[in-house]
């Protein structure tokens, strides 16, 4: 049974870091790109960052520079390191690979 489990989310004042991890099982990630994803209230869905099969990693621009996407295949985990974090980045995120989704983790950018 294929599993993705997000973990790390919470509140944190703008400026602050957070390091949320996905955790897969039931299949091994290295043979996958891996994305995180971010729904919230106004705008929906949206794609936040890729990494590939190869270690190649993608951001959208409004991350680039401030979160670094990272696996670590020996863990079958998945993380995403946000630095600089604004409020417009309070969303639940999603971590994501082929069809298969985790619940999501919620991030709280507030002061």
């Known amino acids: 049974q294929v599993q993705l489990v997000e973990s790390g989310g919470g509140l944190v004042q703008p400026g602050g870091s957070l390091r949320l991890s996905c955790a897969a099982s039931?299949?091994?990630?290295?043979?996958?790109?891996m994305s995180w994803v971010r729904q919230t209230p106004g705008k929906g869905l949206e794609w936040v960052a890729t990494?590939?099969?190869?270690?190649?990693?993608h951001y959208e621009n409004f991350v680039k520079g401030r979160f670094t996407i990272s696996r670590d295949n020996a863990k079958n985990t998945v993380r995403l390191q946000m630095n600089s974090l604004k409020p417009e980045d309070t969303a639940v995120y999603y971590c994501?690979?082929?069809?298969?989704w985790g619940q999501g983790t919620r991030v709280t950018v507030s002061s």
């Open positions: 994501n690979a082929y069809a298969w």
């Open positions: 039931g299949f091994g990630l290295s043979n996958y790109a």
């Open positions: 990494i590939s099969a190869n270690g190649s990693t």
